[in-house]
């Protein structure tokens, strides 16, 4: 595949750290733990006594100050205050989780005091906690996203491997800044010439050395050197086991942590175990879900939602056929061949947002495609018409692939649904996101669509197909929404 495109921001976090942004680098923002400790508290307690008061309940105040210590304490034990969880994306659904725990707890003290208040009004009272706390992380959360990318509250890692190794590790944290990584320096192990352009921190040698602390004493040298937080080892032939262990022993002793890139990418920590066997440490990765309930309730939710919203939409849909009809000569609706699942064709549906002959002039604009992809994309395309422009701003063009939807042909989520002449120039690992049903929304359409290069659309498709779960889908469905209000890359 082509190399992801890296932006200067990008670049320099894994560059050189001058004396400027040096100073920015440390810590998270010192109030991100009180205004989630102050939000969970005020979101819990605030409403149960107004609900409480109002239904006359005789001990309003003792059941908020219940509530809010319930709340905060179930985000403690689940250490959502942790330094390392704040700020962190973590969707709605781990809140939605705690808060039924919530629900629970709650409901026993119900029964064991015998308070009275009517049920659908005390869970009303505790819904502000749930949604003030998803607000709470949002803001953290963009918050901390903004800083990253501006190289503060990161980690300062060393980089420990054979050179091409290293080389890789470095080039893959310079190309994304969702994470806490910035690389300082660099240990090569061997010889090798680094391009990089990050200081090399020290080298050690290919073999290991007769000297038991000579690698020891180079990687602690190097870590004071640098002010590292963390040294990141790319394990290979030249650098594993006891080896390893005694610079992990080295690091230990010193109090600083020691990780180790297995060699794999995109694959979400829910397929992760970490088990032991004969004295080794076993990374086991499960593969992507595909069989169990999973899946039957995927189906479900796509086949009533597209039902549901079809049903409702009608109204909507009459209007848009309406102006597309006023708006320009030609049907309302535009059919066109598209690939699905494991490669089959299918019809999908969508309202007609260009002038008729749009396919012929396609050829004409070629020279004018913006997309460094296979896919073909213009900010100003001529031949979008008027009504078309809104359409494709609100998304609502897409509506009639409910249809598909219903049909089985499509699902609510999944990979962009690609044209034939696109698929025929994928490669083997394009071919991947045909593994499932396309959908009418996905991580490409929450990230950014159209703004995304072709590389980035497929890294997020793959991210979809291997780490694919019910609960991920209804997140991205969540999400979708919000995108389609923002309208970023939507053209």
């Given at each position: 595949?082509?190399?992801?495109?890296?932006?200067?921001?990008?670049?320099?976090?894994?560059?050189?750290?001058?004396?400027?942004?040096?100073?920015?680098?440390?810590?998270?923002?010192?109030?991100?733990?009180?205004?989630?400790?102050?939000?969970?508290?005020?979101?819990?307690?605030?409403?149960?006594?107004?609900?409480?008061?109002?239904?006359?309940?005789?001990?309003?105040?003792?059941?908020?100050?219940a509530a809010a210590l319930a709340w905060t304490g179930i985000q403690a034990v689940r250490r959502r205050y942790a330094f390392r969880a704040l700020g962190e994306s973590r969707g709605v659904l781990p809140v939605l989780h705690d808060w039924l725990i919530l629900i629970g707890v709650l409901a026993v003290a119900r029964?064991?005091?015998?308070?009275?208040?009517?049920?659908?009004?005390?869970?009303?009272?505790?819904?502000?906690?749930?949604?003030?706390?998803?607000?709470?992380?949002?803001?953290?959360?963009?918050?901390?996203?903004?800083?990253?990318?501006?190289?503060?509250?990161?980690?300062?890692?060393?980089?420990?491997?054979?050179?091409?190794?290293?080389?890789?590790?470095?080039?893959?944290?310079?190309?994304?800044?969702?994470?806490?990584?910035?690389?300082?320096?660099?240990?090569?192990?061997?010889?090798?010439?680094?391009?990089?352009?990050?200081?090399?921190?020290?080298?050690?040698?290919?073999?290991?050395?007769?000297?038991?602390?000579?690698?020891?004493?180079?990687?602690?040298?190097?870590?004071?050197?640098?002010?590292?937080?963390?040294?990141?080892?790319?394990?290979?032939?030249?650098?594993?086991?006891?080896?390893?262990?005694?610079?992990?022993?080295?690091?230990?002793?010193?109090?600083?942590?020691?990780?180790?890139?297995?060699?794999?990418?995109?694959?979400?920590?829910?397929?992760?175990?970490?088990?032991?066997?004969?004295?080794?440490?076993?990374?086991?990765?499960?593969?992507?879900?595909?069989?169990?309930?999973?899946?039957?309730?995927?189906?479900?939710?796509?086949?009533?939602?597209?039902?549901?919203?079809?049903?409702?939409?009608?109204?909507?849909?009459?209007?848009?056929?309406?102006?597309?009809?006023?708006?320009?000569?030609?049907?309302?609706?535009?059919?066109?061949?598209?690939?699905?699942?494991?490669?089959?064709?299918?019809?999908?549906?969508?309202?007609?947002?260009?002038?008729?002959?749009?396919?012929?002039?396609?050829?004409?604009?070629?020279?004018?495609?913006?997309?460094?992809?296979?896919?073909?994309?213009?900010?100003?395309?001529?031949?979008?018409?008027?009504?078309?422009?809104?359409?494709?701003?609100?998304?609502?063009?897409?509506?009639?692939?409910?249809?598909?939807?219903?049909?089985?042909?499509?699902?609510?989520?999944?990979?962009?649904?690609?044209?034939?002449?696109?698929?025929?120039?994928?490669?083997?690992?394009?071919?991947?996101?045909?593994?499932?049903?396309?959908?009418?929304?996905?991580?490409?359409?929450?990230?950014?669509?159209?703004?995304?290069?072709?590389?980035?659309?497929?890294?997020?498709?793959?991210?979809?197909?291997?780490?694919?779960?019910?609960?991920?889908?209804?997140?991205?469905?969540?999400?979708?929404?919000?995108?389609?209000?923002?309208?970023?890359?939507?053209?």
């Amino acid at each position: 595949m082509r190399h992801v495109h890296v932006s200067a921001p990008q670049v320099a976090r894994s560059g050189p750290v001058t004396e400027v942004n040096r100073r920015g680098l440390g810590d998270k923002a010192r109030w991100y733990l009180p205004a989630a400790v102050t939000a969970d508290l005020v979101g819990a307690g605030v409403p149960v006594a107004l609900v409480f008061d109002a239904a006359q309940q005789a001990r309003p105040v003792y059941c908020a100050v219940a509530a809010a210590l319930a709340w905060t304490g179930i985000q403690a034990v689940r250490r959502r205050y942790a330094f390392r969880a704040l700020g962190e994306s973590r969707g709605v659904l781990p809140v939605l989780h705690d808060w039924l725990i919530l629900i629970g707890v709650l409901a026993v003290a119900r029964a064991a005091i015998e308070e009275s208040t009517p049920r659908l009004a005390a869970l009303g009272a505790l819904l502000p906690a749930l949604l003030i706390t998803v607000a709470c992380h949002k803001l953290t959360y963009r918050h901390l996203s903004a800083a990253r990318r501006e190289a503060q509250a990161v980690s300062r890692v060393l980089v420990v491997g054979e050179p091409g190794a290293a080389e890789s590790v470095i080039d893959h944290l310079a190309a994304r800044t969702d994470h806490p990584y910035v690389v300082v320096g660099v240990i090569p192990v061997g010889s090798g010439a680094l391009t990089s352009g990050v200081p090399e921190a020290a080298r050690i040698a290919g073999t290991m050395p007769e000297a038991a602390g000579e690698d020891a004493a180079a990687v602690l040298a190097a870590v004071a050197g640098h002010h590292a937080d963390l040294v990141l080892v790319a394990p290979g032939a030249r650098i594993a086991g006891e080896r390893l262990r005694r610079i992990a022993w080295a690091l230990h002793d010193q109090g600083l942590e020691l990780a180790v890139f297995p060699g794999l990418v995109e694959v979400s920590p829910k397929r992760l175990e970490t088990v032991s066997a004969g004295g080794l440490a076993v990374l086991r990765v499960a593969p992507p879900v595909s069989r169990g309930i999973q899946p039957v309730l995927k189906s479900v939710l796509d086949r009533a939602g597209a039902g549901l919203g079809l049903l409702v939409l009608a109204p909507v849909f009459l209007g848009i056929v309406a102006a597309i009809r006023l708006g320009s000569p030609g049907p309302a609706f535009y059919r066109q061949r598209r690939i699905g699942r494991d490669g089959e064709p299918f019809t999908m549906w969508k309202f007609r947002t260009m002038v008729v002959d749009a396919d012929r002039l396609k050829s004409e604009l070629a020279a004018a495609n913006e997309n460094d992809g296979h896919m073909f994309k213009m900010r100003r395309d001529p031949r979008i018409t008027r009504a078309g422009r809104l359409l494709r701003r609100t998304s609502l063009d897409e509506l009639p692939q409910l249809i598909n939807v219903l049909t089985g042909d499509m699902s609510l989520v999944g990979p962009r649904p690609p044209l034939p002449e696109e698929v025929a120039q994928y490669d083997e690992v394009e071919l991947r996101r045909l593994t499932v049903r396309p959908g009418m929304t996905g991580l490409w359409q929450i990230s950014g669509r159209s703004d995304l290069s072709w590389d980035e659309t497929i890294q997020l498709d793959l991210q979809y197909v291997d780490n694919w779960s019910f609960t991920s889908d209804v997140d991205v469905v969540a999400r979708t929404f919000r995108a389609v209000v923002d309208g970023r890359g939507a053209y």
